[in-house]
């Protein structure tokens, strides 16, 4: 996770604290406890909040966990896991039209599901 944007500028603070993972990132990130979060960072609460949105990613279906995946949707234009769910239920087509195109010719091994997102799209766009 700490190599991606956008987590790759706090990677040193956030290893200094345990937070290497989306998991982990997720659970500190909480309403709640995200303003101490945003003060160790320096940053504004609307920018962990960011950050919580693309950890949150990872957890909406088991093909997106791999952090490339999630960089990847990031430099796709995903926001975070809302837009993402949002999109998905909303215009779905389009969601994949943007993933294919932008995956096509790039990053080997996060081919298979940036290539064909049709599967994970219709199962996030489902919900639990």
Do not use: N
């Not at 969601?95 to 064909?116: F, I, M, T």
């Amino acid at each position: 996770m700490l190599d991606i944007a956008p987590f790759e500028q706090y990677a040193e603070k956030l290893r200094e604290i345990g937070l290497t993972t989306f998991e982990q990132f997720r659970d500190r990130a909480r309403i709640g406890t995200e303003e101490e979060l945003a003060g160790y960072l320096s940053v504004s609460r609307l920018r962990v909040r960011y950050l919580g949105g693309v950890a949150r990613i990872a957890a909406l279906h088991e093909s997106l966990r791999a952090p490339e995946v999630v960089g990847w949707l990031v430099e796709a234009g995903i926001t975070g896991a809302d837009e993402l769910l949002s999109r998905a239920r909303g215009d779905r087509a389009g969601l994949v039209k943007q993933v294919k195109e932008y995956a096509d010719g790039r990053v080997p091994q996060c081919a298979s599901v940036l290539a064909e997102p049709g599967g994970w799209v219709r199962e996030i766009a489902r919900g639990p």
